[in-house]
């Protein structure tokens, strides 16, 4: 790797980091910029993942105000993406590369209707439950569980825009909650999809130790810088942000 290509993931990284914290999809950057020079699809994956692990802990840091009271949703969540995540991992190397490749591209598009509808679909299930009487389970209940689970397995196999599709998750089913705490829930959760699929890689894998090192740098700056950033955002804005983001994904996969 020459210094342009460097200075090149390096950059990417800070991208992704800033956009992991804010919404999700930032593999999209650092992902084709390591296979542009020349990675293995493999190696570039695993690369990526691990680097990206610091730029998911900074973005919680960047958060961790909005992550005061949620120590008991984090636990249960929190072992659920964990074994997602591992699962992912273990796919990676018995699946063929492109599996997911038809299908993800779906699964953003309908997680993105679930962010434009959230609103109006929280506003409905609030009044269905002063209807009958009853409350939102406060941590999602099992729906939550499953979702995120499949979800997580699927952010270990690769990981594009799983924060897109894990802010919908929790948006509809922990719709009580302000959006930007749900965010903050969302960059643990990465976090620890991203690190256990690290983690199991590293066994298993073959690292570019240069990607590694730029693209972690890279993201932990810009996993703060993406907290600055994405903690103003109003609600209405960051739901913008959100779909923005997720189309672009949808047509970078198309693309590829």
């Given at each position: 790797?020459?210094?342009?290509?460097?200075?090149?993931?390096?950059?990417?990284?800070?991208?992704?980091g800033?956009?992991?914290?804010?919404?999700?999809?930032?593999?999209?950057?650092?992902?084709p910029?390591l296979?542009?020079?020349?990675?293995?699809?493999?190696?570039?994956?695993?690369?990526?993942?691990?680097?990206?692990?610091?730029?998911?802990?900074?973005?919680?840091?960047?958060?961790?105000?909005?992550?005061?009271?949620?120590?008991r949703?984090?636990?249960?969540?929190?072992?659920?993406?964990l074994?997602?995540?591992?699962?992912?991992?273990?796919?990676?190397?018995?699946?063929?590369?492109?599996?997911?490749?038809?299908?993800?591209?779906?699964?953003?598009a309908?997680?993105?209707?679930?962010?434009?509808?959230?609103?109006?679909?929280?506003?409905?299930?609030r009044?269905?439950?002063?209807?009958?009487?009853?409350?939102?389970?406060?941590?999602?209940?099992?729906?939550?569980?499953?979702?995120?689970?499949?979800?997580?397995?699927?952010?270990?196999?690769?990981?594009?825009?799983?924060?897109?599709?894990?802010?919908?998750?929790?948006?509809?089913?922990?719709?009580?909650?302000?959006?930007?705490?749900?965010?903050?829930l969302?960059?643990?959760?990465?976090?620890?999809?991203?690190?256990?699929?690290?983690?199991?890689?590293?066994?298993?894998?073959?690292?570019?130790?240069?990607?590694?090192?730029?693209?972690?740098?890279?993201?932990?700056?810009?996993?703060?810088?993406?907290?600055?950033?994405?903690?103003?955002?109003?609600?209405?804005?960051?739901?913008?942000?959100?779909?923005?983001?997720?189309l672009?994904?949808?047509?970078?996969?198309?693309?590829?």
């Amino acid at each position: 790797m020459n210094l342009w290509e460097a200075v090149a993931v390096l950059a990417a990284g800070v991208g992704a980091g800033a956009i992991n914290t804010i919404v999700g999809s930032g593999t999209l950057l650092t992902f084709p910029v390591l296979l542009a020079f020349g990675l293995p699809p493999v190696t570039a994956n695993v690369s990526n993942s691990l680097g990206l692990v610091p730029g998911s802990l900074s973005g919680a840091f960047g958060y961790r105000r909005e992550l005061a009271g949620q120590r008991r949703r984090l636990l249960g969540l929190g072992l659920t993406a964990l074994i997602g995540g591992l699962g992912g991992a273990i796919l990676l190397l018995a699946l063929p590369a492109k599996t997911f490749q038809t299908i993800v591209p779906v699964l953003i598009a309908l997680a993105l209707v679930l962010v434009i509808a959230q609103p109006t679909l929280a506003a409905r299930l609030r009044a269905r439950h002063e209807r009958n009487g009853t409350t939102a389970h406060p941590d999602g209940g099992p729906a939550l569980l499953v979702g995120l689970l499949l979800t997580s397995v699927y952010g270990g196999y690769f990981g594009a825009a799983q924060g897109v599709i894990q802010l919908s998750l929790m948006g509809l089913l922990l719709h009580h909650e302000d959006l930007q705490r749900i965010n903050a829930l969302k960059n643990v959760l990465v976090a620890i999809v991203n690190g256990v699929a690290a983690v199991f890689f590293l066994f298993v894998a073959t690292f570019d130790w240069a990607a590694v090192a730029l693209i972690a740098v890279g993201s932990t700056l810009g996993g703060l810088l993406g907290a600055r950033a994405g903690r103003r955002l109003p609600p209405a804005a960051l739901r913008a942000v959100i779909v923005l983001v997720g189309l672009l994904a949808i047509v970078k996969l198309l693309l590829d």
